[in-house]
């Protein structure tokens, strides 16, 4: 503490600690934090049905879904990615999750929403074994905080029944 | 001649200081006209040091903890990281330069002339060789 140049050093140790501290002190209020969403998604139309020159199975469709994220927004969150996944059951694998949709909502204000869309990412299959497959459509969520850890959650939502043949030939 | 004197003083390695701390080098009792003491006559002295430590550590503590009660409050992160700057910034303006509040009890240097009438005393070794060395380089 001698010289002015020791007491900036140990101001700002002492500075970053205590920074880490409130930072540290922010994500653990993060986990006392109990989310109460409502999702809701209908499957409209199965717009494509086809198998793919590769051999996989392929499917796009419509989907109508209205969610509610404001839940899961605390004063510590960046943003927060939910993404629909559909489950199913093969023969060769015990699950499968396939990505349809994604979105990013970084605003608590803009996370109450309905939308009416096309699949992003079509339903492929490992395979043929998508015909007249019932299959469950689960809600994911990833939390972004701005300071700790990712927190993670999902929600599984309705089930729906793909066509026993495909409807169009590929 | 003051000046002459003051040069073999500090070669000699003659020390005033009662306190024998890292401070009192050589050049410690050269009068304040000297360039090498005009940099440390704005110190803080060792009750405004203790003060300044105090102080940093609870403003530090402090606008911590106000930063996190305001943000969380109003649920706003920015906000805590702005208070927070803000109270870093403050601390660094009070503690870190040497202010003069911080140097009310100034320690009191011994007088060059008082010194030379104290010279340091002998420490005396055991073989009789290297004393007689040393006493020959110290009277000179």
């Known amino acids: 503490m001698h010289s002015a140049v020791q007491r900036a050093n140990t101001a700002a140790t002492i500075a970053a600690i205590l920074l880490a501290t409130i930072c540290a002190a922010a994500s653990f209020l993060d986990a006392f934090n109990s989310p109460s969403l409502q999702a809701h998604v209908q499957v409209v139309k199965i717009n494509r049905f086809r198998r793919q020159l590769d051999g996989n199975d392929e499917v796009k469709m419509t989907l109508k879904m209205s969610m509610d994220l404001t839940s899961l927004f605390t004063w510590n969150t960046k943003q927060v990615f939910v993404f629909l996944a559909a489950e199913y059951e093969t023969d060769t694998n015990s699950l499968n999750q396939v990505s349809l949709w994604d979105h990013i909502v970084q605003e608590k204000e803009r996370a109450s929403f309905q939308v009416k869309v096309p699949t992003k990412y079509p339903l492929i299959d490992q395979g043929t074994n998508l015909r007249g497959k019932k299959v469950g459509l689960v809600l994911h969520w990833h939390i972004m905080p701005i300071s700790g850890r990712m927190i993670q959650g999902k929600m599984p939502l309705s089930n729906f029944s793909l066509p026993d043949s495909y409807t169009t030939r590929s | ?140």
């Not at chain 2, 001649?1 to 200081?17: L, Q, T």
């Not at chain 2, 010279?119 to 040393?134: A, F, R, Y």
């Open chain 2, 1 to 140: 001649m003051a000046g002459r004197s003051e040069f073999s003083a500090s070669a000699r390695g003659v020390s005033n200081c009662s306190t024998q701390s890292y401070l009192c080098r050589g050049d410690s009792h050269v009068f304040p006209s000297s360039p090498v003491l005009k940099a440390r006559i704005n110190e803080m002295d060792w009750q405004g040091q203790k003060h300044a430590e105090m102080l940093m550590q609870i403003f530090l503590v402090f606008s911590a903890v106000a930063a996190f009660g305001a943000g969380y409050l109003m649920h706003d992160f920015r906000l805590m990281m702005l208070i927070y700057a803000g109270g870093v910034v403050l601390t660094a303006l009070v503690t870190v330069p040497n202010w003069p509040y911080f140097n009310r009890h100034p320690l009191k240097w011994l007088d060059p002339s008082e010194a030379e009438k104290h010279p340091k005393p002998q420490v005396s070794n055991i073989t009789s060789s290297s004393s007689s060395k040393k006493k020959a380089s110290k009277n000179k």
